[in-house]
C-alpha cells in the first residue's frame, strides 16, 4: 500500500531540515534513530539504536513486550514516513543502515 503523507507534514519537516546546517543532527528519540543533513537537500540515517534488554519492559498496544524484531519494524516504519515527508519536500533521503533500505513501496503525492 502507497504512503500518504499530508501537506503540512511535508511542509513541517521541510522548514525543519531547511534549517538544519549541514552535518547537524536530528534525532528522532521514539524510534532510536539519527539522521545527519550530508548535503544542502539531503538527509542520511546514519544511526538505529539496538536493542537493548531493559526494552522488553515496554508493553506495546497489542499488549506484547518489545522485542528486537518489533524495534526494527518501528524503525522502519518512522524512516519511511520521514523519507516520505523530505522527499516530497525536494530532499534526497539515504540510508547506512543495512536493514533499512532507502526506498520501499510507491510513494503517493501530498494530500491538502
Same mark, same amino acid.
Given at each position: 500500500?502507497?504512503?500518504?503523507?499530508?501537506?503540512?507534514?511535508?511542509?513541517?519537516?521541510?522548514?525543519? $531540515?531547511?534549517?538544519?546546517?549541514?552535518?547537524?543532527?536530528?534525532?528522532? %528519540?521514539?524510534?532510536?534513530?539519527?539522521?545527519?543533513?550530508?548535503?544542502?537537500?539531503?538527509?542520511? $540515517?546514519?544511526?538505529?539504536? %539496538?536493542?537493548?534488554?531493559?526494552?522488553?519492559?515496554?508493553? $506495546?498496544?497489542?499488549?506484547? %513486550?518489545?522485542?528486537?524484531?518489533?524495534l526494527?519494524?518501528?524503525?522502519?516504519?518512522e524512516?519511511?514516513?520521514?523519507?516520505a515527508?523530505?522527499?516530497?519536500?525536494?530532499?534526497?533521503?539515504?540510508?547506512?543502515?543495512d536493514?533499512?533500505?532507502?526506498?520501499?513501496?510507491?510513494?503517493?503525492?501530498?494530500?491538502?
Amino acid at each position: 500500500m502507497p504512503r500518504v503523507v499530508q501537506k503540512w507534514e511535508v511542509d513541517w519537516t521541510a522548514s525543519h $531540515l531547511n534549517r538544519l546546517y549541514t552535518g547537524g543532527t536530528w534525532m528522532l %528519540p521514539r524510534a532510536g534513530l539519527i539522521f545527519v543533513k550530508t548535503g544542502d537537500k539531503e538527509i542520511t $540515517l546514519n544511526v538505529a539504536m %539496538p536493542f537493548m534488554a531493559a526494552m522488553a519492559q515496554m508493553i $506495546l498496544e497489542n499488549g506484547k %513486550p518489545m522485542t528486537p524484531e518489533k524495534l526494527q519494524e518501528v524503525q522502519k516504519e518512522e524512516f519511511y514516513n520521514v523519507a516520505a515527508r523530505a522527499r516530497h519536500g525536494g530532499f534526497t533521503v539515504k540510508s547506512k543502515i543495512d536493514f533499512i533500505p532507502e526506498t520501499e513501496q510507491t510513494e503517493t503525492e501530498p494530500k491538502q
